[in-house]
C-alpha cells in the first residue's frame, strides 16, 4: 500500500523558515518526478514545487522561487521542501505528490497520481 506522510508544519513568524518533510513507504518513487502542492480556504489546489527523477531538476512557481527549495533523498525515499522568507500568504495545507515519469515535470494537480494528507503552515505574527 502506497502512503506518503508529510510532517513539519507549524506556525511561524514571517520572515522564518520551516523545513518539510514526505516519507514515501510501500514502494520506492526513486524514478517518479515528485512535488509539492499547496490549498488555502476556499482556494484552488496549487503547484509549488517539482523535481525530476532523471537529473534532479527543479521547478518552482514564480510565487515561492528563490525562498522555497525542493529536494529528494532517494536511498531514505523522501521528499523535503525548504521554505525560507515565509510570508502570511504562504499560510496553506502544504501537500505531497508523485507524478509521472516523463522528462520535465507536470504542474498540474490532475498530472499527480499519490497523495500526502497534508500539513498545515500558518505564518503568522
Known amino acids: 500500500q502506497v502512503q506518503l506522510v508529510e510532517s513539519g508544519g507549524g506556525l511561524v513568524q514571517p520572515g522564518g523558515s520551516l523545513r518539510l518533510s514526505c516519507a514515501a513507504s510501500g514502494r520506492s518513487f526513486s524514478r517518479y518526478n515528485m512535488g509539492w502542492f499547496r490549498q488555502a480556504p476556499g482556494k484552488e489546489r496549487d503547484f509549488i514545487a517539482a523535481?525530476?527523477?532523471?537529473?534532479?531538476?527543479?521547478y518552482y512557481a514564480d510565487s515561492v522561487k528563490g525562498r522555497f527549495t525542493i529536494s529528494r533523498d532517494n536511498a531514505k525515499n523522501t521528499l523535503y521542501l525548504q521554505m525560507n522568507s515565509l510570508k502570511p500568504e504562504d499560510t496553506a495545507v502544504y501537500y505531497c505528490?508523485?507524478?509521472?515519469?516523463?522528462?520535465?515535470?507536470?504542474?498540474?494537480?490532475?498530472?499527480?497520481?499519490?497523495w500526502g494528507q497534508g500539513t498545515q503552515v500558518t505564518v503568522s505574527s
Open positions: 505528490a508523485v507524478g509521472n515519469r516523463g522528462r520535465v515535470p507536470r504542474r498540474s494537480p490532475n498530472e499527480y497520481d499519490y
Open positions: 523535481i525530476s527523477w532523471s537529473d534532479n531538476s527543479t
